[in-house]
């Protein structure tokens, strides 16, 4: 993900890019993403400082998922700041009602724009209601 887009064509590439390193469920792939030291806040959430919190947050929420999916709406990208509304599916392992859960999202990513940290992002914002998905979640125990 080394690069910064700036055609509406490489913002599209580089979503994809990051979407596919969430979407695989692989904790070690965070590293494709972010910087070492990303601050990273989910709405009400504490905020999350670098890849070791991230990969402890991640790591027992999707290990317990099926599938993660998300479908990118638009976005703009402004200085090296990219805005982004999606659509985000899960399917949770042993969920009971086999529920498709899919919410509305926001996110709000900021890249680092030089040195080995290029194209990565280094502080994000993530707003969705997680009700749906921690309903399944509680189910699936």
Known sequence: M???PTTNSEIREWLLRFHASNDSLDVSRLE???TKDAKVQFGN???F???DELRSF???TWARLEMMHHKIESFDMVDNKIYQ????TWKVKNDPEKETIVVPAFAFVHLETSGENRGL????????DG????AALQRSL
């Open 131 to 134: 009700a749906p998905l921690m």
């Open 2 to 4: 080394a690069f910064v």
């Open 85 to 88: 509304p999606c659509h985000i």
């Open 49 to 51: 400082e670098g890849l």
């Open 45 to 47: 959430m504490p905020l």
């Open 32 to 34: 494709d993403i972010y």
């Open 58 to 60: 991640f790591k027992g």
């Open 121 to 128: 992002v280094k502080q994000a914002a993530y707003y969705m």
